[in-house]
């Protein structure tokens, strides 16, 4: 089995930061890409931010700038520093990760629980 769990999600003040957290568990052979997205009430699932196993990050244009995603390959452990938080921001973070169980399949994607984050003005 593999787990996703998402940490770090809160209230927090419009320019305030917080720190999420996404540690993946159990039968890890390796990870390859691991991924932010975000879901507000009534809007589409969007990517926030993507980071593959060598390090090489992508951003959404909104989040460009304020976020930074970066991982721990020895905790399998992904992150996303978000600063300069704005109400548009709220919404419900899930991590995302494509996950190889075995030498003997391909890679599979696999989702976290997801956290909220609230930011007030």
Request: net charge positive; charged share 15%; proline share 2%.
């Amino acid at each position: 089995q593999v787990q996703l769990v998402e940490s770090g999600g809160g209230l927090v003040q419009a320019g305030g930061s917080l720190r999420l957290s996404c540690a993946a568990s159990g039968s890890i052979f390796s990870i390859n890409a691991m991924r932010w997205y975000r879901q507000a009430p009534g809007k589409q699932r969007e990517l926030v931010a993507g980071i593959t196993s060598g390090g090489s990050t992508n951003y959404a244009d909104s989040v460009k700038g304020r976020f930074t995603i970066s991982r721990d390959n020895a905790k399998n452990t992904v992150y996303l520093q978000m600063n300069s938080l704005k109400p548009e921001d709220t919404a419900v973070y899930y991590c995302n990760a494509d996950v190889r169980r075995s030498y003997y399949y391909l890679d599979n994607d696999y989702w976290g629980q997801g956290t909220q984050v609230t930011v007030s003005s």
